[in-house]
């Protein structure tokens, strides 16, 4: 604790309101203070946490310790990895007088900047330019909780814990409260939750015994060097100060720009509109003046890695953009990443990365324009939805595409309907149903996205392996809330929002939706707009104001109920306006980002300590979430007495985060240099250290690991997943992340590697199926009349494309001898000295070579011999594709996608990678530039195919002999390589010499060679 005089002799510095007048009250309130307590110091105590605390709690100074704070040497301790934001709040708690004048001020960390808090504001869009800044301060808004919703006061246990009334613990009994709503700690509290950028209340008072909060968020440069930053933050006020250390350490691992934890948070065009420009929509030749303010939603989303979707087609078009069958022009650089690059001012989590997912007709509204049309109506529209995202090029065609059919409707058959029409569209079908109600009444559902409080673990059980059998539907979750998992309510503690993408992890659910982000007129109970800075209740009515147990309450009552962000400005609430041209975030969306980057910690860990590490830390943290937490009766899953399973304080997640991230760095010894580096070493670092995801499409297959599927043409190994690096390790011009960019001549054979990567759950992934029927006018091979594929393998006269199944070989050891490392392929080099006496010296082991004991792919097998295969957890399997382009083939493009089944006997579940090729208007010529030489071992030959060394010559004219030998020419010859014989075919009759040479001029006879 710090305590300063008061110094009744100083001039106290009046605060000025937003006006700029100053606030005479506050010198009234100050001098009352004073008058009453002659002998009393000004006492404003300072300390760190990132959980909840009321403005009206004052908490003793014993509490204070934590990981975070360290109130003996009065200093913040912080760490995290490479993109990643960390954050903290700073509480300010005055105790028996105010503070005035108060004021922060922390410039940020060495190579780490914050706003220049002094530089001249403009109209507020400075606070929505992240490009120079990593440290941001905000002031943190208080809402009163003054009633509860739908609140279990059965058990007790089933509400947070600061709103439970005092209850008994017997078996019997256990959870029933006594006592009356005032007996719930959290009762009429302030909670703290809207972070409103600190340059917006750059001096502020706090009044007698209360406290105020100022959050900070760190983001964590990908380029940032590891080790430890600090530097000082200072609270001023009119009579005194305080100084605390903010400690930084950054770790070696990076998290993926593309969150694992995959999310969808609706914005509502209309409520946005009325609290900035005073009505529902504007006129389409306006909407560029509203894009910019639509695009700062995303981006702010972005920044907490939540991937937003409109709702409204901003308000605009929504008569149009149906019709028109493609999203909004505005919507383009939201899904291929531009949005969230510097040219529009962003830096931070995801950049360069686009949301990767576009629901058509959100809530189900495309039923205003196509219902009527029936199922051909339905076909035509979703092909043309389909067709648009095909076409328009990567990363667009990446984007995870579906169409809402209907929210949380009980008429199933008709909705079974609709997913029957939707089906060979292209256009995955999803509707809000729970999951045993889909495979029961909706089985031709795509996407069943389900929300639970409760549920009978059996029914919830048996669907799920049923959906695994049929292949469909993928599960979703929305919403939801105790006990089954974590909510948003306001008066949920921290923890809540950051349990949640813990229990989708747990239990691989492929995507969360929250409903809403800006929900700021009631109209679902029939009200009108809520003024969201000075009211909890968003949601539902107010249908009693002094409830026994529940204080103010209602119909579906609920505290910041589908409001995540709050307006800037606010023309319907104008005493609540700031009057910027953005929004502000709640806490609820930072502490949920804490629980998406906590994830990528499991993630990381996976990869390298295996499910079995991270499956004990799940069962640790989260034991029973979502259908585990089980109903006493399975015919009436709406209750239950039982407690939450997860901890709610937030020490222990941060213990268990720490943990994960000593274990992840036990597997990186090697620290990155944070100074220049020659490229071979460069090079090495790269090859070495993985652990980022992105650039690659992921598929989730019940039942089974996850797939991630991404293109090259380089080696990659069995053990290697390269799509777990950044983007950048994967993309390339020939893979942007998500489609297949091919360039070629014709008379060219042009190739690429498609890699899946299983994950390290589910136990690999089976039946796996891949295709290529065509491409335009290239053909694959024809599917032979019988089983015999000895001939139609290499029968070329009717093919253009081949598919290869790659196989591996291990590398067990180097042959030769350097002593410079920088010899070897990087690869196979150990860690070495890289200063100019030592360079390329080292003295690690065998291991220490990242390519020691890996397998290699080399061996190109036909894909029609291995035509349904496995890949087990963890490793990848790499398919090998070429495709010849012919001399009298048109120039232009041509597209088509690589199809990807993932189920039993060919009838799982449908991926596809799409694929463009542009075909130049030049041929390469049939003679090589470039002249080869490549002999053929006839011994060897005749032993692996006939078993002995070799043939009389008698035999040698033999036909099946003959297609052996040229097979071997012909195969080289479609490589562009002129093949020798080495031992005249092992024929031991040298006066038949010459009739081999003639047989191979008949193979050759036809070529430019010969």
Not at 913 to 921: A, E, G, S, W
Request: charged residues 25%.
């Amino acid at each position: 604790m710090e305590s300063v005089a008061c110094g009744w002799h100083r001039w106290i510095a009046p605060r000025r309101g937003r006006s700029g007048n100053t606030r005479l009250s506050d010198l009234a309130v100050l001098w009352v203070a004073m008058a009453a307590l002659p002998n009393v110091q000004c006492t404003l105590e300072v300390w760190a946490t990132e959980e909840k605390v009321w403005r009206e709690e004052l908490r003793p100074a014993a509490s204070h310790a934590s990981r975070l704070w360290d109130p003996q040497q009065r200093t913040i301790a912080l760490q995290g990895g490479r993109n990643e934001v960390v954050s903290f709040g700073l509480v300010l708690q005055a105790e028996h007088v105010p503070a005035i004048g108060v004021s922060v001020d922390f410039p940020g960390l060495p190579g780490l900047r914050a706003r220049n808090m002094s530089a001249p504001r403009t109209d507020g869009s400075e606070l929505f330019d992240w490009r120079s800044i990593e440290v941001e301060l905000f002031y943190v808004r208080y809402l009163q909780i003054r009633g509860i919703g739908k609140a279990y006061t059965y058990d007790e246990r089933l509400l947070p814990s600061r709103m439970q009334r005092p209850w008994t613990a017997g078996h019997a009994g256990a959870g029933v409260g006594e006592g009356s709503w005032e007996d719930r700690p959290g009762a009429l509290k302030h909670w703290p939750e809207i972070a409103v950028p600190l340059e917006l209340h750059p001096r502020f008072n706090i009044s007698t015994n209360t406290s105020q909060m100022i959050w900070v968020d760190i983001y964590i440069p990908r380029g940032a060097c590891p080790g430890e930053r600090s530097g000082p933050l200072r609270i001023l006020w009119t009579s005194g100060e305080f100084e605390v250390n903010v400690s930084l350490r950054i770790r070696r691992f990076t998290l993926p720009d593309m969150p694992t934890s995959k999310t969808m948070l609706p914005y509502e065009g209309g409520d946005i509109l009325r609290r900035y420009y005073g009505q529902n929509w504007v006129h389409c030749s306006l909407q560029h003046t509203t894009r910019a303010l639509f695009d700062r939603h995303y981006q702010l989303a972005w920044r907490h890695k939540v991937a937003m979707v409109s709702g409204s087609f901003d308000a605009c078009v929504a008569e149009e953009a149906p019709k028109h069958d493609e999203p909004h022009p505005f919507d383009v650089a939201r899904l291929n990443g531009q949005l969230f690059t510097a040219a529009w001012n962003y830096s931070g989590p995801g950049q360069g990365v686009g949301v990767g997912i576009f629901p058509v007709g959100l809530y189900g509204s495309w039923r205003r324009y196509w219902e009527s049309e029936g199922l051909a109506g339905m076909k035509l529209h979703a092909e043309r939805w389909r067709d648009w995202f095909r076409h328009a090029g990567a990363p667009l065609n990446w984007t995870e595409l579906f169409l809402y059919l209907i929210d949380e409707s009980h008429n199933y058959s008709q909705t079974e309907m609709w997913a029957r029409w939707a089906q060979g569209s292209g256009l995955r079908s999803m509707a809000t149903l729970p999951m045993p109600r889909a495979m029961q009444f909706v089985p031709s559902l795509d996407i069943a996205c389900s929300t639970l409080g409760f549920a009978s673990t059996m029914h919830w059980e048996a669907a799920l392996a049923n959906a695994s059998r049929q292949g469909r539907p993928e599960l979703w979750m929305y919403n939801g809330g105790r006990p089954a998992a974590g909510g948003f309510s306001i008066e949920e503690e921290a923890s809540a929002p950051r349990s949640i993408p813990w229990a989708m992890y747990k239990k691989r659910i492929a995507r969360y939706f929250y409903w809403m982000s800006t929900y700021y007129t009631n109209y679902q109970a029939g009200e009108g707009g809520v003024d969201v800075f000075s009211r909890a209740q968003t949601f539902g009515r107010i249908d009693v104001t002094n409830d026994p147990q529940k204080g103010e309450t209602g119909w579906m009552y609920g505290n910041g109920d589908g409001v995540l962000m709050y307006p800037g400005t606010d023309l319907e609430f104008p005493e609540s306006s700031y009057g910027v041209p953005g929004p502000f975030a709640g806490l609820r969306l930072k502490y949920w980002r804490r629980g998406l980057q906590d994830v990528e910690y499991l993630e990381i860990l996976r990869k390298s300590h295996g499910e079995a590490k991270v499956d004990a830390i799940l069962r640790k943290m989260v034991p029973k979430v979502l259908w585990e937490v089980d109903v006493p009766d399975p015919n009436d899953p709406s209750w239950a007495r039982t407690n939450t399973s997860w901890p709610e304080a937030w020490e222990e997640w941060e213990k268990v985060r720490f943990e994960i991230a000593d274990l992840i760095e036990e597997e990186e010894p090697f620290e990155p240099s944070c100074v220049p580096q020659p490229p071979e070493a460069d090079e090495r670092e790269e090859s070495e250290s993985c652990h980022e995801t992105g650039g690659a499409l992921e598929w989730h297959v019940l039942g089974q690991s996850s797939l991630r599927a991404w293109v090259t043409e380089e080696k990659v190994l069995r053990e290697e997943h390269w799509a777990d690096c950044s983007a950048a390790r994967t993309r390339s011009s020939l893979w942007n992340g998500s489609a297949v960019r091919l360039f070629g001549a014709r008379n060219e054979v042009v190739s690429f590697s498609l890699v899946l990567e299983a994950g390290h759950t589910g136990g690999g992934a089976h039946d796996i199926r891949v295709s290529l029927p065509r491409l335009g006018e290239l053909r694959a091979r024809p599917h032979p009349a019988s089983d015999d594929l000895s001939d139609a393998l290499f029968d070329w006269r009717a093919t253009e494309i081949e598919l290869f199944y790659v196989r591996y070989l291990q590398i067990r050891g180097l042959s030769g001898s350097y002593g410079d490392e920088r010899m070897w392929p990087t690869r196979m080099q150990r860690p070495y000295m890289a200063a100019a006496g030592g360079g390329g010296l080292s003295s690690a082991g065998w291991k220490a070579r990242p390519g020691a004991d890996k397998h290699y792919p080399e061996i190109a097998v036909p894909l029609e011999l291995h035509p349904s295969f496995n890949i087990s957890a963890g490793e990848s399997q790499m398919i090998w594709v070429d495709m010849y382009l012919p001399r009298d083939l048109p120039a232009g493009t041509r597209s088509g996608e690589l199809e990807v089944r993932i189920g039993p006997d060919g009838n799982g579940q449908l991926h596809t990678v799409p694929i463009l090729l542009t075909i130049h208007d030049f041929a390469l010529p049939e003679r090589p530039s470039a002249k080869t030489m490549i002999p053929i071992e006839g011994g060897d030959v005749l032993r692996r195919f006939i078993g002995q060394n070799w043939v009389h010559c008698s035999k040698q004219s033999n036909e099946e002999m003959r297609r052996l030998w040229e097979r071997h020419w012909q195969v080289a010859w479609r490589h562009k390589v002129h093949m020798v014989a080495g031992s005249f075919d092992e024929c031991k009759n040298y006066l038949h010499y010459m009739g081999l040479i003639e047989g191979d001029l008949e193979v050759l006879k036809d070529t430019p060679e010969f």
